[in-house]
């Protein structure tokens, strides 16, 4: 079993709509809890970064964390086509090393 | 000035052949990473490094070796390339105060 589980996608929906994107992880011991974007032919970018459980918004970005149940989301609200890319949620501890999902593909279309 | 390049962009090889994957970073990490990404297996850690002396392995490190030539730069051989090492290989930075990554734009490797 892989230690962080991404909602696979692809994902298609049309501009203006919520997005919901999901991740499960396995290990305790995570504490930092990431969302990168990735546009086509081009590295991740980090986009939303949390430590602890709770709501972390940033525009229209909300990251949500749920220690208890070991999920993690991601939120966009009025998505926009620039939004279309892939997102990976990531997970790492004071170690150093994070574990990536296996990324969800995101189309918005106008 | 991009803050981590990789160089180069896009390589096609033949088997066997020795290749080896640049990084240079300007950013002043201590941490540096090297993955690969294949479609629907997202990314793979293959080595990494905390500083100049320190080298392990990650969870995919057969096949391939690195060197730490210096705190801004690090590279990725494949001793003898076969076609499964076919993909995308990204390098990425880190601070030891966080666990955020800066990635490289990735090098597209072929091996036919």
């Known amino acids: 079993q892989k230690e962080v589980e991404q909602d696979p996608g692809p994902l298609s929906v049309p501009e203006g709509a919520i997005v919901s994107l999901n991740c499960t992880y396995s290990?305790?011991?995570?504490?930092?809890f990431m969302w990168y974007r990735q546009y086509s032919r081009k590295g991740p970018e980090l986009l939303m970064y949390?430590?602890?459980?709770g709501n972390k918004e940033d525009g229209r970005f909300t990251a949500q964390v749920d220690k208890s149940s070991k999920y993690i989301s991601l939120f966009i609200r009025d998505s926009q086509p620039s939004d279309s890319a892939t997102y990976l949620c990531?997970?790492?501890?004071?170690?150093?090393?994070?574990?990536f999902g296996d990324g969800t593909t995101l189309t918005v279309k106008p | 000035d991009a803050d981590v390049t990789q160089t180069p962009r896009n390589r096609i090889t033949k088997t066997g052949k020795r290749i080896m994957l640049e990084c240079s970073q300007t950013?002043?990490?201590?941490?540096m990473y090297w993955y690969r990404q294949d479609p629907g297996l997202g990314l793979r850690l293959i080595y990494y490094?905390?500083?100049?002396?320190?080298?392990n392995k990650g969870e995919i490190s057969d096949g391939y070796s690195v060197s730490r030539q210096a705190q801004a730069k690090f590279s990725l051989s494949l001793e003898s390339a076969i076609p499964n090492q076919t993909a995308l290989y990204f390098c990425?930075?880190?601070?030891?105060?966080?666990?955020?990554?800066?990635f490289g734009p990735g090098t597209r490797l072929t091996v036919l």
């Open positions: 990425a930075t880190s601070d030891s105060s966080t666990a955020e990554q800066f």
């Open positions: 290990n305790s011991a995570f504490q930092y």
């Open positions: 949390t430590y602890s459980s």
């Open positions: 990531a997970t790492g501890t004071n170690a150093g090393k994070s574990t």
């Open positions: 950013k002043g990490h201590d941490r």
């Open positions: 490094s905390f500083d100049v002396k320190d080298i």
